[in-house]
């Protein structure tokens, strides 16, 4: 079963390798919702609080996305395969670990250590896609499968937890992770060779600076959770800000002055790192700008049912399932240099037509969702495959994890400027909207401005990225700029 990968001339001859790996990115998707559908039922059992289930809701999150780029640094110099590998076994402990649960901090630990070991596995995810093929149209392709595979467990994850919740009791939700983490382990294990010691980082690891950057990324995402939960109002978002910021600063000094830097900021100087990286950000701004507002607005304003606002968006998880396959050979038509500009257009039409037409009926909603999804789809897979190609092969594991990261982040920021927004522009709270036509209409302004507000910056990311993507010669992945 074991396969030469570095020879693969198809999708097929990797099989094994590409079905553990696209069951790891679906765990990790279906982590980050499946839980939400039973925490009514987990308050009851353990007794929890509303700060428990705010714990217990974001915890994984907040560590999933804050080790990320510390456990790709430390897979590109002790092996990625290792480090998935590792991940994979403490993913299913921890998630087995549900079963002992008696109390709300025990629940929270669980899913604290579920993060941690999804935040092992998830660089690694692309970064041994990597090492399956040669040909750029075969790693669109297999990026594709995988993603898409991820997409649908963060589709259907509310859906699939609901189901398992009328038949099983709830730690049943996490304990369902243990066979699919075993069942990834060993298609890695025998689909993909071992790490080969020459292609991985000499360096040794820094580790002050990947506490630093860890620090900084966590208290940027929780800032961000902050700012929506509690409003600019308390103090809290305010301090988790300011040491966000002055950790982001120790980060950067730190890395500048050490000898061996976790990461090497001369990588962002290559065309394809950061213009990638910048339509990555733009993105997450642009689904900021929707996800936040379209399911108040349907909702809050319209009065739909929680059921129905899930299936009005349902046209944006759709549009990206069904164009990933259509991404290839639409960038081998164009070319990535131009396909890449295209979709992120198609990302600022989708935001500007909800942002001024939204508020006046669903089909304008619907429209707005499929244009921003298809935009998505292409620029998040040209990205992919574009950052990775620009990368030493032994800076993979951390290029991965910047790619996720950034968007994460960009994705906090972006939901916390809108939530800010219309909370300044709200006398009362969000539950008040719906009750008058006054209400509503000064909801819908507020959504405007801040799509709007939104759209500008990701337009001008966009455009920068253009830029700088458009200077890399032809042929010079991996090069230097």
């Keep these: 079963m074991t ?23 679906l765990v990790e998707m279906l982590d980050n ?29 907040l560590l999933f996305g804050g080790l990320m780029i510390a456990f790709g640094a430390v897979a590109d110099r002790f092996g990625t395969r290792r480090v998935l590998l590792i991940g994979l076994c403490l993913f299913a402990l921890a998630s087995l670990a549900v079963l002992a649960v008696r109390t709300p901090g025990e629940l929270v630990a669980v899913r604290a250590a579920i993060g941690v070991a999804a935040a092992m596995t998830a660089p690694g995810t692309m970064a041994l896609c990597f090492r399956l093929f040669d040909e750029e149209n075969l ?41 699919v983490a075993v069942l990834a382990a060993m298609c890695i294990r025998f689909g993909i060779p071992a790490d080969d ?31 929506v939960e509690d409003g600019w109002s308390r103090a809290t978002p305010w301090l988790a800000g300011a040491g966000a ?27 394809q790192v950061s213009a990638s990286l910048a339509y990555q950000a733009a993105l997450g701004l642009g689904l900021a700008a929707l996800s936040f507002s379209v ?33 290839e050979r639409f960038a081998a038509k164009l070319g990535t240099h131009r ?43 040209i990205a992919t495959v574009t950052v990775m190609r620009g990368l030493p092969e032994d800076r993979t594991s951390i290029g991965a994890a910047l790619i996720d990261t950034s968007q994460e982040v960009a994705t906090s920021i972006g939901m916390a400027v809108t939530g800010t927004i219309v909370a300044a522009a709200l006398a009362g709270s969000l539950a008040d ?7 509503a209409h000064t909801f819908e302004n507020a959504v405007t401005v801040a799509t709007v507000a939104l759209t500008a910056v990701c337009a001008a990311l966009v455009i920068w990225a253009a830029i700088r993507s458009a200077k890399a010669p032809a042929g010079s992945e991996g090069t230097s700029a």
């Design 295 to 327: 399911s108040l607005q349907l909702q809050l304003v319209w009065g739909w049912s929680p059921a129905e606002a899930a299936l009005g968006n349902l046209p944006q998880v759709v549009t990206m399932i069904a164009i990933g396959p259509l991404v």
């Design 433 to 439: 909207i719906g009750t008058s036509a006054a209400g």
């Design 3 to 25: 396969v030469n990968a570095a020879r693969a001339t198809s999708l097929r001859a990797v099989w094994p390798a590409l079905l553990g790996l696209s069951v790891v990115f």
């Design 139 to 179: 790693l669109m392709r297999a990026t594709a499968l995988i993603s898409t595979v991820g997409l649908v467990g963060l589709a259907v994850g509310p859906t699939l937890g609901g189901l398992v919740l009328q038949v099983l009791p709830w730690p049943a939700l996490l304990a369902l992770n243990v066979p």
């Design 245 to 271: 910021l002055a950790g982001a600063l120790a980060f950067v000094v730190r890395e500048r002055r050490t000898a061996h830097p976790m990461f090497d900021f001369a990588l962002l100087r290559r065309p």
């Design 33 to 61: 919702s499946v839980l939400n559908v039973a925490l009514p039922t987990i308050a009851r059992d353990l007794h929890a609080s509303a700060s428990d289930l705010q714990w217990i809701a974001s915890g994984y999150s």
């Design 339 to 381: 396909a890449g500009p295209i979709g992120a257009a198609a990302v600022i039409a989708g935001l500007l037509l909800y942002a001024f037409l939204g508020r006046y009926h669903y089909v304008w909603i619907a429209v707005a969702l499929v244009l921003a999804a298809a935009g998505m789809r292409v620029v998040m897979i």
């Design 197 to 227: 010691p020459a292609h991985r980082n000499p360096a040794p690891l820094d580790l002050p600076g990947a506490l630093l950057g860890t620090v900084t990324i966590i208290l940027a995402l929780w800032t961000a959770t902050l700012a």
